[in-house]
């Protein structure tokens, strides 16, 4: 009799996990306590995948061998502590669909510049010739692309919420991008409850496995010297000179150094500019050397690479002003990026979901940068409280269109208007790509 496999939530993650649940001959049925979008419920008919919505039907789930649980599930929700109660395996999808590949995985993640990282480190592979598949967080869940491809490589990006539920899998590649305070509602607010789960990156691996990380993260660092790491160990910098292998930068050059090979960049080739975009791109160079990719394909590949759409996107300029989306910043971290980026005065459209932030960081960056602030959410006290004297002119909308409006307003030739929210989406949005989107609407109607 085959194994009972249950799923929570429908999204990307659950549906994916589905499909390879019923490829892999497991009893598949699908719970998800909201409403499934369409077009996943067209996924899991056609598949003759059993599901319920609106609600999770205890005898029916409970009868589970195993449980995968979608990422955006809470960990101490009842239902979840009912299925440990009785036994049952809670796994993330990532843990599931490692099961059923042998292919190297270069597995990425950090509180900011993991979708870049991803993206860009997938574009080297592909520019090389490499049979590599893209997804995790961004793109098709890692579950969907192993029920569909036969990949020789994946490129995964993975939040804290898929390393939670990780066990037995492991990354080949590590990248640890940086750690700073994001979702700490989901880590009772406990700061190094979040950083172990980004530690979970490493778990498993041997030494024949690698770990890429950046030097100049305190909080890396720190927990490194507390951390047994069997891996080989890659860093990078761009504020010191790293002694063995791993990249650093030396005036305007970055410096690869992965035995027996040696080769530098100019920074002005790169097609991503920013502080930011350097470690992104020194860290997706050492993963391509470490897979022996030639250093001519890495240097052509970071030159001609397109960014991810709603980071750092150029909309368009009117009457002198640039309109740029940077909707996926939905935390205070990846904001400080995109303001220390900005050379010019800046309109900033902030705010959404407060997930614990701490806006201090800003404050300095905004002192100095910030000609205006808009508020863009149903609840701005705590933006409002933090930057109140800090910037002259705040203003308050919970609509796109007007946000826009009133930064044409306040702006003037040779400012930019800057949608970095600091904050999820969802009081007004259905998520960061959607609030992009709307922007770029705005934008058009101006």
């Not at 490829?23 to 409403?35: E, I, L, P, W």
């Not at 750690?179 to 691996?205: A, C, E, M, V, W």
């Not at 960056?365 to 933006?383: E, H, Y």
Request: net charge neutral; hydrophobic share 40%.
């Amino acid at each position: 009799m085959a194994k009972r496999l249950v799923i929570l939530g429908a999204g990307e993650s659950g549906v994916g996990a589905a499909l390879l649940g019923k490829k892999q001959g497991f009893d598949v049925f699908v719970s998800d306590f909201g409403n499934i979008k369409k077009k996943y419920k067209d996924v899991l008919s056609q598949a003759e995948i059993k599901f319920e919505e609106g609600g999770h039907t205890t005898h029916l789930i409970l009868d589970a061998d195993e449980v995968i649980k979608s990422p955006g599930i809470p960990d101490d929700i009842p239902i979840i502590r009912q299925f440990r109660q009785a036994g049952i395996d809670v796994i993330s999808e990532i843990e599931f669909a490692g099961r059923y590949t042998n292919a190297k995985k270069v597995c990425i993640t950090g509180s900011n510049g993991k979708t870049t990282t991803a993206l860009l480190t997938h574009h080297i592979l592909i520019k090389a010739g490499l049979n590599a598949g893209l997804g995790g967080n961004v793109g098709k869940s890692f579950a969907w692309l192993v029920s569909e491809h036969d990949f020789d490589y994946y490129v995964l990006e993975i939040s804290s919420f898929q390393l939670d539920g990780m066990y037995r899998f492991k990354a080949d590649i590590a990248v640890l991008m940086n750690i700073t305070p994001d979702h700490l509602d989901r880590y009772d607010y406990d700061f190094h409850k979040y950083t172990g789960s980004k530690f979970r990156i490493i778990r498993n691996q041997t030494e024949e496995d690698a770990f890429i990380f950046c030097m100049d993260d305190p909080v890396i660092m720190e927990n490194i010297g507390k951390s047994q790491i069997r891996s080989r160990l890659y860093p990078f910098s761009i504020k010191r000179t790293v002694e063995n292998e791993g990249a650093y930068l030396d005036g305007n050059k970055i410096n690869i150094n992965i035995e027996p090979k040696f080769y530098k960049m100019t920074l002005e080739n790169l097609a991503l500019q920013g502080k930011h975009n350097i470690y992104n791109s020194m860290a997706a160079s050492i993963a391509a050397r470490i897979l022996d990719i030639r250093k001519d394909v890495i240097k052509e590949s970071l030159s001609d690479f397109k960014n991810v759409e709603h980071r750092l996107e150029f909309v368009a300029r009117i009457h002198g002003i640039d309109l740029i989306n940077d909707s996926k910043a939905t935390n205070v971290n990846s904001t400080w990026y995109a303001l220390e980026s900005m050379n010019s005065p800046v309109v900033w459209i902030a705010g959404g979901i407060d997930k614990g932030n701490d806006y201090s960081i800003l404050k300095e960056l905004v002192r100095t940068k910030v000609k205006a602030i808009i508020c863009l959410g149903k609840d701005n006290k705590k933006l409002l409280n933090s930057f109140k004297g800090v910037v002259n002119t705040i203003a308050e909308t919970t609509s796109m269109d007007e946000a826009v409006s009133l930064g044409m307003n306040f702006g003037k030739k040779d400012d930019v208007i800057l949608l970095s929210p600091a904050c999820a989406s969802f009081d007004l949005f259905e998520n960061y790509e959607e609030r992009g989107k709307k922007f770029k609407e705005a934008v058009r109607k101006l």
